[in-house]
């Protein structure tokens, strides 16, 4: 199983803001993938980082609010821009290692725009 | 469109009681379902994974069984403590390339 460090777990931003959240997996994977998951809802795919190449984006959701970056096989953030009240989630990143085998999940990142 | 339901979305039972959550999905053709839980606030913590070709799964008090041509899942919880009190979610694969497909959650209340 792979272990998967998420940084800050929680914090307060003003609207306007950004905020950058880190994920460190303690193996090498080929993909990183992160979810929001809105007051009272199951999780929604944002977006699929691979190394080396752009993140791809899943339908409603856009590079310039939630930039990613994916500098190696271990690392990857990903960027809440410009927040609303709206942004107010938690969010999450996973790896699956192979693709399509079991995901886990690091502890979430707790988020509240004021 | 590719859909998974968990019903009830919250449950609240006695200490010791046995309980079965359930997870139901559109498609019998899947490739893997995976049962998570979830603290307030935390992120998810792996319990169970199933593939298309099995039956069940078990760990410890839990055991998790999959029945493709009805298209359902049950997450089994034995003796029940106050330490299981969180939200369970299921989470469906439908092809090997596919993203996971999410229920929405049952929140479980263990009282003492």
């Known amino acids: 199983s792979a272990v998967i460090s998420q940084k800050p777990s929680r914090d307060i931003c003003q609207r306007g803001t950004s905020l950058t959240i880190q994920c460190q997996v303690d193996s090498q994977v080929t993909m990183m993938f992160w979810y929001r998951q809105q007051p009272g809802q199951s999780l929604t795919l944002i977006a699929t980082a691979n190394q080396g190449s752009e993140a791809t984006y899943e339908s409603g959701f856009v590079i310039d609010k939630f930039p990613i970056s994916r500098p190696n096989l271990t690392f990857s953030t990903l960027t809440v821009s410009n927040m609303s009240p709206e942004d107010s989630s938690i969010y999450l990143c996973?790896?699956?290692?192979?693709?399509?085998?079991?995901?886990?999940f690091g502890q979430g990142t707790r988020l509240t725009v004021v | 469109k590719q859909e998974v339901t968990q019903i009830p979305a919250a449950l609240s039972v006695p200490e010791g009681e046995n309980l079965v959550l359930n997870c139901s999905f559109t498609?019998?053709?899947?490739?893997?379902l995976q049962w998570f839980r979830q603290d307030p606030g935390k992120g998810l913590t792996s319990l169970l994974l199933?593939?298309?070709?099995?039956r069940e799964q078990t760990s410890g008090r839990l055991n998790a069984s999959l029945d493709k041509s009805s298209g359902r899942s049950t997450l089994y919880i034995a003796a029940s403590q106050p330490g299981d009190s969180a939200t369970y979610l299921c989470?469906?694969?439908?092809?090997?390339?596919?993203?996971?497909?999410f229920g929405g959650g049952t929140r479980l209340m263990v009282k003492p």
């Open positions: 199933i593939q298309s070709s099995q």
């Open positions: 996973s790896v699956e290692e192979p693709w399509g085998t079991e995901a886990f």
């Open positions: 989470a469906v694969r439908y092809n090997a390339g596919n993203m996971l497909t």
């Open positions: 498609d019998s053709a899947i490739y893997n």
